[in-house]
């Protein structure tokens, strides 16, 4: 077993301190802390010392090959742990004179889009089947998950803005997105005919302030209110049967998000503009004429005859 270094400090000693003083939102930082959590308890298997002092390139690239190479992690989810020590040693280099940062040329590479099959367990996730659709949508969902799942079918909306409409974003059959990571992503679309009674009735006579689905629970993170309904989705849809992991995969190639991506193959299917269905979706594009060519009424009925263009199974 490594000795300690003379005066040595536990590796996880100022992570709090490191995290108070960042800007990183409360699911980064939760990452973080799962990321320091795994090294600590790989040091105590491999029997070595836990300090900040001990650990090494040498140290680092081991626990590289053997928690993540050897176990057949994503590299993507290996790479954010990676990132987050070593982004966390590198404020320990800044704050107290931390030498060589051994967490520094550490990541894995990239798989080479050439070399993954489309239908391999690394290919990309994928839209519901028609078929998929009619089971989900026919299934026993609550009221929350039915609405949630019409709604991001009919329009192409992520679930985390759905969780964040209010009463007052769905007035004159257009949902308003006021919050998004990007400029994208602030845009509104129309509401699809097939959800208005439902928008409607949600609607009621409540006060514009309050969320379209008032139940879901705020988990403290970032103001996401979507997290158990991602989460009851996938017990739901595993449950009819609605599930496809390859083996070597590190999940499902459908969830939720796979409601989103029918949407666009159906709209593109219907023979409609990329950029229009872009802009319904939030997406940046460069793609086909700019839409400076276009008034505010033939982009709105551009969006509309896209929206409308898709029908449910």
């Not at 301190?17 to 795994?38: C, F, G, I, N, V």
């Not at 799942?149 to 007052?168: F, K, N, T, Y």
């Not at 439902?198 to 689905?213: E, N, Q």
Request: with cysteine; proline share 4%.
């Amino acid at each position: 077993m490594s000795m300690p270094a003379l005066g040595a400090s536990p590796a996880d000693l100022y992570i709090e301190r490191w995290l108070a003083a960042s800007t990183y939102s409360e699911r980064t930082k939760a990452d973080a802390r799962t990321a320091l959590a795994q090294f600590k308890d790989w040091c105590t298997t491999a029997s070595q010392g836990f300090f900040i002092e001990t650990t090494t390139d040498r140290v680092a690239a081991d626990f590289r090959d053997e928690a993540f190479v050897k176990a057949g992690v994503h590299f993507k989810t290996a790479n954010k742990k990676l990132s987050a020590l070593r982004q966390y040693w590198t404020w320990l280099e800044k704050s107290f004179g931390v030498k060589s940062n051994p967490w520094m040329r550490k990541s894995l590479p990239k798989a080479k889009a050439h070399r993954i099959a489309p239908d391999g367990p690394m290919g990309a996730e994928r839209p519901f089947t028609d078929d998929e659709m009619r089971i989900l949508l026919a299934g026993p969902a609550d009221l929350e998950m039915a609405s949630a799942m019409r709604i991001s079918a009919l329009s192409g909306m992520r679930l985390d803005e759905i969780g964040q409409l209010r009463v007052g974003d769905c007035r004159d059959n257009t949902f308003s997105i006021t919050r998004s990571k990007s400029a994208a992503g602030v845009r509104t679309i129309p509401i699809h005919s097939m959800l208005r009674p439902m928008i409607a009735k949600l609607v009621g006579k409540r006060d514009a302030s309050t969320y379209l689905l008032p139940d879901l629970q705020d988990t403290g993170w970032d103001g996401n209110r979507t997290m158990a309904l991602s989460k009851r989705f996938t017990y739901y849809r595993k449950k009819l049967g609605v599930h496809d992991k390859r083996p070597g995969a590190r999940r499902s190639k459908v969830n939720f998000h796979s409601l989103r991506r029918w949407f666009a193959t159906k709209a593109e299917d219907a023979g409609h503009r990329e950029n229009v269905v872009a802009h319904i979706m939030g997406h940046e594009s460069a793609v086909g004429i700019t839409f400076g060519l276009y008034s505010n009424a033939q982009l709105k009925r551009l969006k509309l005859a896209c929206v409308e263009s898709v029908k449910l199974p």
